[in-house]
Each structure stands twice: as structure tokens, then as C-alpha cells.
């Protein structure tokens, strides 16, 4: 374990961080913006920094070889084990080198994976696409390699997870005595039977429903919804089971490049990995310093246009651009996007409103702070200013005035649909140093420890002058979800944040805005469904459908939080239980799940410990 270690920085979103460790006399002491304490300790234990580095998981990695069993008590908390998954030897020139690929458990919701030499030295790694390191001195096209066989191993051990946990019943799946939500009329149908063949809905009776050798599910005293969805999402392979486990059962990325998601895609629809049905939106930015590069760029107009049409041809469903896109090229382009049979949405440009790229075409805007944004002038999105301007002055905006209202009935009118991820939003204007983050505190504690230390503290840096505008800039955007609702804007929620998790917050946040439960149900089921063309087989109840259901305990027309009490979740013929499958993945989970008799011969529920 190190004896000294110093962290000073920014985080990505402006916050200052800083970190002190000492080892001394047998006792460890740390101090940083978000944490502090002490330990009495051992050479079997290592200190893992809040704000970690590469230089830190290195030294992590070599303590665990050294370890006698490659396992080793965290500090503050937590338990880290080394994983020995892979090795190749490497040639370029006359040099060789033998690296290992290693995976650490204990840090996150999976191992992290990443490559060593004989000496425990990090040397190449891969980052889903995201961004790659390699050690200095050895080309590039040793990546490819490397990454494929990283990727493998890191896809094996989610198929693992998917074979123990995936229960598919080859006879029709019968669930007695529920109370089903349809979202359709609003209303809740008390003691209900639902019966599955072959994937579908293909009964609903008030009456007991005989179906001999059935997969059987008393479900009394729980409710039947249909599957969720998240229309944000930035899919990586481990975020299936985190949304499965939630009852999100339909997911759009919203933006990530087109070999990941492509190879995700494939794996979801393999039923290699648990996930679900994915919709595509494929992502695009100017050429520019500023430019996202997860997707494609353009330097000129007629490139742009190219690049709608590479996307079509892939089977992409809409194009979502994002914030150095020239406001000159927005109307040309979704005229282009519509004629290729696609929606457009994204990010405003900079220095355009967003009533400008309404007008202008496009279908849909992502996040709130754009709407807030529309009546601050045209301020340059692709810097931090469009947090804190959000933060500092969202509040000051009257939401009662005739010029919101107009722009509201305008969204209305033109049917231009609201993503609007307020829970990552909220999230940023309330996180302060050293505090859990309030939107997540009812869930920290079933997290893995090292997880929990992710949601305490701040990510902007608020200075105490504009403390309380950011508090009351966090109540404005639930005023602002009030608005769209009472405008009959149209709405679909997403997460833009950790799977599973910030899906549900999100609905609850619209439920604490004041809209009614039904309709905030709505904006995750029926809604993204008729938004994504996919109502005629998902997003209500009904016979015919696809069974993408979610059994949960407690009425969520009454209390949107037993939302987080998932008891099942139907994939057509596939059931997943939540309790395993968070289990699985190093988290409490937040209800037993109900048994069940799998073709009529197997009971499957949960073990005591």
C-alpha cells in the first residue's frame, strides 16, 4: 500500500477535488472534499481514493499479485479480488512483451478489466469504446487485439449471469390473482389472470384461466405493469441486467458508437447477455475542438447529410445531434432526416434557442435545462454554462409568463416530444461536498461500497453565494415537468445516469412535480412506445401484446416508489427475478422476489441466507 498519496483536480463538471493519504506508524489516515477518517491497519490491506487513478490501480493490481490469495481488504471499506482471465505475447519488431489481462472485483457492479506486463505495470486497456490506453513505444494495431480479447472475456462474464439467471419456461406462463395497471384507460383491474404463450399476451380474464403443465405465478397482492422504458441511454453490455432487475424492459440509446452498440444489439437479441428490445438513435456533431466524437462528425452540410444516410441504412430509427452542430445547417438536415424516415432530436446548438430548432424541425429536445435555456439568450451549450446558468438562474424564470406559455402550446402543437432526464439535472444543482446526493439517498446503502462513494459530493463547483439559487433552480425544474404536463406536452422518460436507478428516480421526481401517477406511468411505457412506432406490440397490457411486464409489490397509481419493489419481470417467455439478479451484481436488493413453478415442475424462489 502506498505511504503517501495527494489528488488535486477538477472533475468533469467543474467541482475541485482533493485527496490526502498517509500510512504512518501502522495507521492510515485520509482526508478529501467528500470523506475522512483513520484506520489501524495491515500490509494485507490496500486504500482505494475516492478520485482514483491509473498510477493507484496499478499499485492495486501489484499488491493483489503479491497477495497469497489476490485477495485484499479495502480502505475505507470493501474487498478486492484479482481475477487472472487472459494472457498474449506481443511482437513488433524484434521486441516481445507477455501481458495479462486481470480483472478486479470489489470496485464496481463488474471486474475491472485491463492489461498488465510480468511486472504488474498497467499496459493497455480498453474502455467500451469510450477511449483506449496503450503503453508508449507499441502501435496502435495492437489495440485491436487486445480489445477483442478484453471484450470476450468481460462478455463472458455476463453471459455467466445470464445463463444462471435467465429462467424461460417452454410452456405458456399463467399469472393468477393480480392487479393490473392499464395505462391505456387509467384505471386499476383488481384480481386479474394473464395468460403467456409463445411470448404474448394471449389472455386476460377475471376469471381463474385453466392452462394444464403452465409456468405458474400467484401474484396476489402484488400489480402487473407493463415493462418500462428508458428513452436515454447510453448502453454498455452490464447495463442489461441493472435495467432488467428494474423492469426496464425497452431501452433507446441515445447515443454510443456504431460497433458497440451494434455488438450489444446482437447480444441482447442472441439472449447471449440479458437486455431487452433496443432502439437505435444514431449520434452526430460538427466537426470542431467541442466536438463529441462517441458517434460521427461533419465538416460541411452535405457531409452531415451522408451521415444521415449511413445511419438509415443501418437501421437507425432517429438522429440526435448534439452541440457544435452550425444552427445554419439544423432546418436542411431534418428536412433530410424526415425524408430518410427519421426523427431528429439532441442537444440545442450553441447560439441557437430551442424554439429556433423547433421551428427549424426537430422532433424532440433531450434535457431540461434546453427549455430553461430557450429564455437566457443564446450562451455558447458546448461549455459548462449550460449547467450553471441553469443553476444560478432557472429559478429566476416565470414559469406563470405568457412567453413560456406560448413556447410550451408550441411543443404541443407541433407534437416536439420532451426527454428530459431532470434527475441528473437535480442531481448536479443539489450535490454538495461531503453529502450523499439526495436523489439517490433511499438507494446508497444497497450499493457496493465503493459504488456509495460515487453519490457524495459535489459535481459543480457552487460557490455559497449561489447555494440557495441553486436549491430553488432544483424546485424550478420540477415546476418546469409541472408545466410541460399541464401544457399536454409530450413526455418520455429517460435516465442519462446509472441504469435502472435513475430511470425510477426520474418517475418519481414527475410525481413530486404534481403529475398524477397514471400519466407519470405513461411517460415510461405507452408514450415511448407510440413515440418509437413499437404500440402495436408493447407499452400497454393487452391480449396480443408482447409480454414485457413488470409484478411489483404495491400499487404505483398510489405510491410511485413501489416502483422500486420489482417482485418479477416478464421478457416474453423469459422471467428474470430482481433479487438474483441484483444479488449478482454486489447490490441489496429491495424485495423478495415471488416464486414461481417453472413448467409445472420446478419451484424457483428465493433461499434464505
Same mark, same amino acid.
Given at each position: ?383 459548462? @454554462? =449550460?449547467?450553471? +446558468?441553469?443553476?444560478?438562474? &432557472?429559478?429566476?424564470?416565470?414559469? %406563470?409568463?405568457?412567453?413560456? $406559455? *406560448? ?96 430511470? @425510477? =428516480?426520474?418517475? +418519481?421526481?414527475?410525481?413530486? &412535480?404534481?403529475?398524477?401517477?397514471? %400519466?407519470?406511468?405513461?411517460? $415510461? *411505457? ?84
Amino acid at each position: 500500500m502506498p505511504e503517501q498519496l495527494s489528488i488535486e483536480g477538477i472533475s468533469p463538471f467543474g467541482a475541485p477535488v482533493s485527496e490526502e493519504f498517509s500510512l504512518e506508524n501502522g495507521v492510515a489516515r485520509w482526508k478529501g472534499s467528500d470523506e475522512h477518517g483513520s484506520a489501524k491497519t495491515s500490509e494485507a490491506q490496500f486504500y482505494i481514493p475516492k478520485n482514483s487513478t491509473l498510477a493507484v490501480q496499478t499499485q492495486l493490481v501489484k499488491a493483489l499479485i503479491a497477495d497469497a490469495d489476490q485477495n485484499i481488504d479495502l480502505l475505507p471499506q470493501g474487498k478486492a479480488r484479482l481475477h487472472k482471465l487472459d494472457k498474449v505475447t506481443l511482437q513488433q519488431g524484434e521486441k516481445k512483451k507477455t501481458v495479462h489481462l486481470y480483472g478486479v472485483s470489489g470496485l464496481g457492479f463488474t471486474p475491472d478489466l485491463a492489461w498488465y506486463d510480468d511486472n504488474g505495470d498497467l499496459f493497455a486497456s480498453d474502455e467500451g469504446g469510450w477511449f483506449a490506453i496503450l503503453r508508449k513505444g507499441w502501435d496502435k494495431s495492437h489495440l485491436e487485439e487486445l480489445k477483442t480479447r478484453q471484450v470476450a472475456a468481460a462478455d463472458q462474464y455476463l453471459q455467466g449471469i445470464a445463463k444462471k439467471h435467465t429462467h424461460t419456461s417452454t410452456q405458456p406462463i399463467l399469472i393468477s390473482n393480480v392487479n393490473l395497471v392499464d395505462v391505456e384507460s387509467g384505471k386499476l383491474q383488481k384480481k386479474h389472470h394473464v395468460l403467456i404463450k409463445d411470448g404474448k399476451i394471449a389472455k386476460i380474464s377475471k376469471k381463474p384461466i385453466k392452462a394444464n403443465g403452465a409456468t405458474t405465478i400467484d401474484a396476489r397482492n402484488h400489480t402487473l405493469i407493463p415493462g418500462l422504458w428508458d428513452m436515454h441511454a447510453h448502453l454498455s453490455p452490464t447495463d442489461g441486467v441493472l435495467n432488467m432487475a428494474a423492469g426496464i424492459v425497452n431501452v433507446r440509446d441515445i447515443g454510443n458508437t456504431h460497433e458497440s452498440i451494434m455488438r450489444i444489439e446482437g447480444m441482447f437479441e442472441s439472449e447471449q447477455i440479458i437486455g431487452g428490445d433496443l432502439f437505435r438513435a444514431g449520434f452526430m456533431d460538427r466537426e470542431s475542438e467541442n466536438a463529441m466524437r462517441m458517434g460521427k462528425t461533419a465538416d460541411s452540410l452535405e457531409e452531415a447529410k451522408d451521415i444521415v444516410e449511413w445511419y438509415a441504412d443501418r437501421g437507425y430509427q432517429q438522429i440526435k445531434t448534439y452541440s457544435s452542430m452550425e444552427p445554419e445547417w439544423i432546418a436542411p438536415l431534418a428536412k433530410h432526416i424526415h425524408e430518410n424516415g427519421m426523427r431528429l432530436s439532441g442537444h440545442i446548438p450553441a447560439f441557437m434557442t430551442a424554439e429556433e430548432a423547433v421551428d427549424a424541425g426537430f422532433d424532440e429536445i433531450q434535457h431540461i435545462n434546453m427549455l430553461f435555456l430557450n429564455f437566457m439568450g443564446k450562451i455558447d451549450t458546448r461549455k459548462r @454554462l =449550460r449547467f450553471t +446558468e441553469i443553476g444560478e438562474h &432557472a429559478h429566476e424564470l416565470d414559469l %406563470d409568463s405568457k412567453e413560456v $406559455a *406560448t413556447f410550451l402550446d408550441k411543443l404541443a402543437k407541433k407534437g416536439t416530444v420532451v426527454d428530459a432526464t431532470t434527475t441528473v439535472f437535480s442531481s448536479m444543482l443539489l450535490r454538495q461536498p461531503g453529502k450523499v446526493d439526495p436523489e439517490f439517498a433511499d438507494i446508497t446503502d444497497h450499493l457496493p461500497v465503493n459504488i456509495q462513494r460515487a453519490f457524495v459530493g459535489a459535481e459543480l463547483d457552487v460557490k455559497p453565494e449561489h447555494r440557495d439559487d441553486y436549491d430553488l433552480s432544483a424546485e424550478a425544474l420540477l415546476a418546469m415537468m409541472l408545466k410541460l404536463h399541464e401544457h399536454k406536452v409530450t413526455m418520455v422518460a429517460g435516465s442519462d445516469g446509472i441504469p435502472g436507478f435513475t430511470l @425510477l =428516480r426520474e418517475l +418519481e421526481l414527475y410525481a413530486k &412535480a404534481g403529475i398524477p401517477n397514471i %400519466d407519470v406511468l405513461r411517460t $415510461a *411505457t405507452l408514450v415511448p412506445a407510440q413515440v418509437m412506432g413499437a404500440d402495436e406490440y408493447t407499452g400497454s397490457i393487452a391480449v396480443g401484446k408482447n409480454a414485457d411486464l413488470v409484478l411489483l409489490e404495491g400499487n404505483p397509481l398510489e405510491d410511485i416508489t413501489a416502483l422500486r419493489r420489482t417482485a418479477l419481470v416478464l421478457e416474453g417467455q423469459n422471467m428474470y427475478r430482481p433479487d438474483e439478479l441484483y444479488t449478482a451484481l454486489g447490490i441489496k436488493p429491495f424485495h423478495p422476489s415471488v416464486p414461481f413453478e417453472l413448467n409445472n415442475t420446478t419451484t424457483v424462489a428465493t433461499k434464505s441466507e
